[in-house]
């Protein structure tokens, strides 16, 4: 056997994907799997949307790439309808989630340099969040297990322990002039579908507009549909003042943006800021043919409901494995099992038994099918489910030990 060049960074599952179809996954041997970690809430539409795949064909006929030197008409009618769909005057595009946090950060500080304040550059976080693996995203993480071997951690980043608003109140009293912004995801997906209250982020809104520091959301996994309203603080009735997505928006082409009130974005004057790829047109065709997609009537509503059943027949399992479930966590289709052990054995039972799930912090199963799964997909993962709890409950209760 020849030595892997790869670089030996992921611990990869021994399967190897052909094909996709909808929520369904084929391998080279043809056994196929069910798709409930969407390349973890990336292929937001499935694989292979057959919109998607024309959008894609149509420009890739076209033109692939021509620089941010030149217009791109693409880039234009995307960011018109994330405006006219979110509170954002203004659009970045990226390659990726971790470079629409960059942009955020930078959008935020350069923000209150323009406005004469160049020291307030700080950015508050809080523990548990995930924000890419950049040398400023894992500062902003603050995870000591990205953070340890590369060197001294960008400055400028403070993580509270929880999201508590008396935190942020000492914190910003203690140096609002220094505090650029607050980032925050709205349901914490790496960390293990930690909820958020819709109340705490009301009053974290509340604050900042205080003290003039800037509410900066991590969308990158909740956005686009993900927990049933097209981007999760909605339903926290607020909006903030900058937010980075990426992920579900490309269903599959990698690219993200940040989004920005006008005031804000106004900071980011020729030069300040730039991308070789971002934007490019081929990436613009599969987002507009996304948003086709997800802005049609009822498709928010569907994640709801679908998300609700799911919800409901997890619960049902938690009340069946007592000894292995501790509860459900998540909202439309970002969903956790919070296991009483690490959920590592239940994973791989589960691939076994033909469903794909995505491990995240807090001993936490995360499921993250494509929006597009129905009942019958739905059916299936809770059977996988149930089966695998089964197998693995046998395991957990052995005879009667001799002793
Ligand atoms: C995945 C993710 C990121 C990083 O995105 P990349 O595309 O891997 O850089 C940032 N924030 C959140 C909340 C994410 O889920």
């Given at each position: 056997m020849t030595k892997n060049p790869l670089f030996s960074t992921y611990a990869r599952a021994n399967l190897n994907f052909i094909r996709g179809e909808g929520a369904w996954l084929t391998t080279e041997d043809n056994r196929r799997f069910l798709d409930f970690a969407a390349g973890v809430a990336v292929n937001s539409l499935g694989h292979a949307h057959p919109h998607l795949v024309a959008a894609l064909k149509e420009q890739a006929d076209k033109v692939w790439h021509v620089s941010n030197l030149y217009e791109i008409p693409g880039q234009q009618k995307l960011a018109q309808r994330l405006c006219e769909a979110t509170f954002a005057d203004k659009v970045f595009f990226t390659n990726s989630g971790a470079e629409s946090l960059e942009c955020a950060i930078k959008t935020a500080r350069r923000y209150h340099y323009a406005n004469g304040q160049p020291d307030r550059y700080e950015i508050l976080t809080f523990d548990g969040a995930f924000h890419g693996r950049t040398l400023a995203t894992i500062a902003a993480g603050g995870q000591e297990k990205y953070l340890e071997g590369f060197g001294p951690k960008a400055p400028g980043f403070t993580s509270l322990a929880e999201p508590d608003i008396e935190l942020v109140k000492q914190a910003l009293s203690d140096r609002a002039d220094k505090i650029a912004g607050v980032l925050i995801e709205p349901l914490q997906g790496e960390g293990g579908i930690r909820e958020i209250s819709p109340s705490f982020l009301k009053a974290l809104r509340a604050l900042c507009d205080e003290t003039g520091s800037l509410l900066m959301l991590d969308e990158v996994q909740t956005g686009v549909g993900r927990t049933g309203k097209l981007f999760a603080y909605e339903w926290a009735q607020i909006t903030p003042d900058l937010m980075a997505i990426a992920k579900g928006i490309g269903g599959g082409f990698p690219f993200g943006a940040c989004l920005a009130t006008g005031d804000v974005a106004e900071?980011?004057?020729?030069?300040?800021h730039g991308s070789t790829y971002g934007g490019n047109p081929l990436a613009m065709a599969v987002g507009n043919a996304v948003l086709d997609i997800v802005l049609e009537d009822t498709f928010l509503q569907k994640i709801s409901d679908n998300g609700l059943l799911l919800k409901q027949k997890l619960a049902a399992l938690a009340d069946s494995y007592p000894d292995q479930i501790d509860s459900i966590r998540g909202q439309g289709l970002m969903l956790?099992?919070?296991?009483?052990?690490?959920?590592a054995d239940l994973l791989a039972k589960l691939r076994d038994n033909g469903l794909l799930c995505v491990p995240a912090g807090d001993n936490v199963l995360r499921l993250l099918p494509p929006l597009t799964i129905g009942q019958e997909e739905i059916e299936v993962a809770i059977s996988a489910l149930n089966k695998s709890l089964a197998e693995l409950q046998d395991d957990l209760s052995p005879e009667p030990s001799a002793s």
């Amino acid at each position: 056997m020849t030595k892997n060049p790869l670089f030996s960074t992921y611990a990869r599952a021994n399967l190897n994907f052909i094909r996709g179809e909808g929520a369904w996954l084929t391998t080279e041997d043809n056994r196929r799997f069910l798709d409930f970690a969407a390349g973890v809430a990336v292929n937001s539409l499935g694989h292979a949307h057959p919109h998607l795949v024309a959008a894609l064909k149509e420009q890739a006929d076209k033109v692939w790439h021509v620089s941010n030197l030149y217009e791109i008409p693409g880039q234009q009618k995307l960011a018109q309808r994330l405006c006219e769909a979110t509170f954002a005057d203004k659009v970045f595009f990226t390659n990726s989630g971790a470079e629409s946090l960059e942009c955020a950060i930078k959008t935020a500080r350069r923000y209150h340099y323009a406005n004469g304040q160049p020291d307030r550059y700080e950015i508050l976080t809080f523990d548990g969040a995930f924000h890419g693996r950049t040398l400023a995203t894992i500062a902003a993480g603050g995870q000591e297990k990205y953070l340890e071997g590369f060197g001294p951690k960008a400055p400028g980043f403070t993580s509270l322990a929880e999201p508590d608003i008396e935190l942020v109140k000492q914190a910003l009293s203690d140096r609002a002039d220094k505090i650029a912004g607050v980032l925050i995801e709205p349901l914490q997906g790496e960390g293990g579908i930690r909820e958020i209250s819709p109340s705490f982020l009301k009053a974290l809104r509340a604050l900042c507009d205080e003290t003039g520091s800037l509410l900066m959301l991590d969308e990158v996994q909740t956005g686009v549909g993900r927990t049933g309203k097209l981007f999760a603080y909605e339903w926290a009735q607020i909006t903030p003042d900058l937010m980075a997505i990426a992920k579900g928006i490309g269903g599959g082409f990698p690219f993200g943006a940040c989004l920005a009130t006008g005031d804000v974005a106004e900071a980011m004057i020729p030069g300040t800021h730039g991308s070789t790829y971002g934007g490019n047109p081929l990436a613009m065709a599969v987002g507009n043919a996304v948003l086709d997609i997800v802005l049609e009537d009822t498709f928010l509503q569907k994640i709801s409901d679908n998300g609700l059943l799911l919800k409901q027949k997890l619960a049902a399992l938690a009340d069946s494995y007592p000894d292995q479930i501790d509860s459900i966590r998540g909202q439309g289709l970002m969903l956790g099992i919070k296991c009483k052990q690490p959920p590592a054995d239940l994973l791989a039972k589960l691939r076994d038994n033909g469903l794909l799930c995505v491990p995240a912090g807090d001993n936490v199963l995360r499921l993250l099918p494509p929006l597009t799964i129905g009942q019958e997909e739905i059916e299936v993962a809770i059977s996988a489910l149930n089966k695998s709890l089964a197998e693995l409950q046998d395991d957990l209760s052995p005879e009667p030990s001799a002793s």
